[in-house]
């Protein structure tokens, strides 16, 4: 049974997205960031192992990116603001806390548009990561080791309001928040190496007062199967009477399911206090306004200008995954309506996905230039095109008396043929008439 039928409940869903910015040094030492496959523990220093009496000094370029993220997310910047300490004991976190942002993120509010809905984005904060935990067996003993290379990297995270409404919607709405963060070149956001980590809050419905929080989906297609089989775990307790309980769960990628990891800690549980260490953040409202001058287009400002153009959706999709390639194919289509060609910007789209086109290396006007040299090359003359079936006929009997007997699929071989011998330039149209009229 599904409840959503019989009842007013539906789908509910926020996300929490924590992407590691690629800035030079991490959040507050001077260690490089650049952590991945990096020799255990050579990245570190007093202040990201947390050694008593060692001093935060805030990254500027990880803050400014964060306000550039918000700006692009339409948040509203807070001109104060400020760093808090959120407090549990894990191993990989060698302070005891982490310096995270609580009541005064950098960015509050603000929307993502996917398709015709907006989701609300509750705020756009900067936190440090933590070190990462390897298990391990060495002579024979189960070990945990820790790596603090990752320890302090900057970590901004992006929280929803609970407005999603399916799990297409949310992995449509993951990857927007992805191409973002690219078309800023702030993050590789690359999930196989966790730089941009996903977790998906899920209920049928804040009344409910409940909501269960899924972890380890890293990626995109996770995400969706996650909350589609959490809606459904959900869906068939309620459907029984049972209401689910609020919940931290993992996703198991072997299983395909959802599994419990640990009741959930309420926010006080943290015991956030302001870090003392490193004094409130101003903003005056002229640095806002510089920073913002340096936005750079936008995946939706591509995606209008593509939409003009009347490029079908699912090759917009394709264009918009890579700045360079939305860039450059703009520039191409312009091109060759400036050049006056009556090449549709279909055609020319096709060309270059078709192609893998390199669109940092790649000239603009080519793709359309080489496209009309092969519409030159097309033989479309009929006297032409009736030698060449001729040929085709001559060298394959079995495929005439087949399509003569009635498999009109014959015509396919025949067809192939005269594409072979023409070298793909016969005019398939009026080729595939030729046969016919031919046969008859
Ligand atoms: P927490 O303090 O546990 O992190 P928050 O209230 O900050 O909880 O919400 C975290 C995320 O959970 C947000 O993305 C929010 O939109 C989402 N969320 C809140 N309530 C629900 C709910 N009932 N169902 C689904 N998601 C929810
Ligand atoms: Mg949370
Ligand atoms: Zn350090």
Redo the contacts with the bound molecule.
């Keep these: 049974m599904d409840i959503s039928k019989k009842t007013k409940l539906k789908p509910?869903?926020?996300?929490?997205i924590h992407i590691e910015l690629r800035t030079k040094s991490k959040m507050f030492c001077a260690c490089s960031a650049d952590h991945f496959g990096k020799k255990a523990n050579s990245l570190t220093c007093p202040v990201c192992l947390g050694l008593p009496g060692a001093l935060p000094v805030p990254n500027k370029k990880a803050i400014e990116w964060t306000i550039l993220f918000g700006k692009a997310l339409n948040s509203r910047i807070n001109h104060y603001s400020k760093f808090d300490r959120k407090h549990y004991f894990y191993p990989d976190l060698p302070k005891g806390y982490q310096i995270s942002q609580y009541d005064i993120p950098f960015c509050e509010g603000g929307y993502v548009k996917v398709g015709d809905k907006n989701i609300n984005i509750?705020r756009v904060h900067l936190e440090e990561d933590t070190g990462k935990l390897q298990h391990k067996k060495i002579k024979d003993k189960e070990v945990s080791l820790v790596d603090f290379n990752r320890s302090g990297v900057p970590l901004m995270e992006i929280?929803?309001?609970?407005?999603i409404e399916s799990a297409d919607q949310a992995k449509q709405f993951a990857k927007k928040i992805r191409r973002i963060a690219r078309y800023l070149d702030i993050s590789d956001c690359d999930m196989e190496k966790g730089s941009m980590r996903l977790e998906a809050?899920?209920?049928w419905?804040?009344d409910?007062g409940?909501?269960v929080?899924v972890k380890n989906l890293n990626s995109f297609n996770y995400l969706k199967k996650a909350i589609e089989y959490e809606l459904e775990r959900q869906n068939k307790l309620i459907a029984k009477g049972e209401m689910p309980i609020q919940e931290t769960r993992g996703w198991d990628e072997n299983k395909n399911i959802t599994v419990s990891q640990r009741v959930?800690e309420?926010?006080a549980d943290y015991r956030y206090f302001p870090e003392p260490d490193i004094p409130p953040i101003h903003f005056t409202k002229t640095y806002i306004e510089e920073l913002s001058a340096k936005m750079p287009n936008l995946p939706d400002d591509y995606e209008n200008i593509l939409i003009e153009f009347n490029v079908p959706e699912q090759f917009i999709d394709i264009i918009l995954e890579d700045i360079h390639l939305a860039e450059y194919t703009i520039k191409e289509i312009k091109y060759s309506k400036k050049q006056n060609e009556k090449l549709s910007p279909q055609v020319i789209v096709e060309e270059i996905i078709n192609k893998k086109l390199q669109p940092q290396k790649a000239i603009v006007g080519k793709v359309t230039k080489d496209i009309l040299s092969k519409k030159q090359s097309i033989i479309k003359n009929e006297g032409e095109l009736e030698d060449l079936v001729e040929k085709a006929i001559q060298q394959n009997k079995k495929a005439v008396s087949d399509y003569k007997s009635g498999k009109i699929q014959a015509i396919s071989a025949l067809m192939g043929t005269v594409m072979a011998i023409s070298k793909g330039k016969a005019d398939p149209k009026k080729t595939i008439q030729l046969l016919k009229d031919r046969l008859k």
């Design positions: 509910t869903i926020g996300l929490e509750t929280v929803t309001e609970p407005d809050n899920v209920s419905g804040i409910l409940y909501k929080e959930k309420t926010s």
